[in-house]
T-cell receptor, first 115, second 116 residues
Framework: AQSVAQPEDQVNVAEGNPLTVKCTYS??????LFWYVQYPNRGLQFLLK??????LVKGSYGFEAEFNKSQTSFHLKKPSALVSDSALYFC?????????????FGQGTTLQVKP | GAVVSQHPSWVICKSGTSVKIECRSL??????MFWYRQFPKQSLMLMAT?????????EQGVEKDKFLINHASLTLSTLTVTSAHPEDSSFYIC????????????FGPGTRLTVL
């Protein structure tokens, strides 16, 4: 069965420090991988995706993520966190062979950046 | 580009009434639209997938007679919560896919439904 795991319910980091939000996945074959961010009472905003090619993907707002096939991980990173980065982050995976376009979401990680 | 809107952004209704939520892709044609439900501080639960001009595909455990989905055009899908009850109170989010760009989904801002 396909699944996505975000092992941390919450990540706390001081402003200016690097941040990492972890994501591991289980899916047959090579997946498409996504990160979304959600602010309170809002929909999801797309941050970045991995389709193919370079394992390091750069996205919006200075975020990046590294696809690691051997560890089946797609951790989200940012070199220097901002207070405004505080939000709920979702990792999602889509089976490359699926023709439904369905995304499987992780349970979400709350990022708290303190001044 | 790739903007998805939802209307209304919030709605309060009485128990037993029906509520319709609209999802529109504003600048692209959405071959597929998805409807999600989200409880506070939880992940998104996919309710159904709809393709333009065909019946929606519901996820296991989702009552199709209670959550009516219509995808009549390439830019509009509607979710109608029929005979709403307090337990239907939730945050409903739609997303749309153009079938290109690796089926990337673009999300609407969500609709907060409160059933009294």
């Amino acid at each position: 069965a396909q699944s996505v795991a975000q092992p941390e319910d919450q990540v706390n980091v001081a402003e200016g420090n690097p941040l990492t939000v972890k994501c591991t996945y289980s899916v047959s074959g090579n997946p498409y991988l996504f990160w979304y961010v959600q602010y309170p009472n809002r929909g999801l905003q797309f941050l970045l995706k991995y389709i193919t090619g370079d394992n390091l993907v750069k996205g919006s707002y200075g975020f990046e993520a590294e696809f690691n096939k051997s560890q089946t991980s797609f951790h989200l990173k940012k070199p220097s966190a901002l207070v405004s980065d505080s939000a709920l982050y979702f990792c999602a995976v889509r089976d490359r062979t699926s023709n439904t376009g369905k995304l499987i979401f992780g349970q979400g990680t709350t990022l708290q950046v303190k001044p | 580009g790739a903007v998805v809107s939802q209307h209304p952004s919030w709605v309060i209704c009485k128990s037993g009434t029906s509520v319709k939520i609209e999802c529109r892709s504003l600048d692209f044609q959405a071959t597929t639209m998805f409807w999600y439900r989200q409880f506070p501080k939880q992940s998104l639960m996919l309710m159904a997938t709809s393709n333009e001009g065909s019946k929606a595909t519901y996820e296991q455990g989702v009552e199709k007679d209670k959550f009516l989905i219509n995808h009549a055009s390439l830019t509009l899908s509607t979710l109608t919560v029929t005979s709403a009850h307090p337990e239907d109170s939730s945050f409903y989010i739609c997303s749309a896919s153009a079938g290109q760009r690796y089926n990337e989904q673009f999300f609407g801002p969500g609709t907060r439904l409160t059933v009294l």
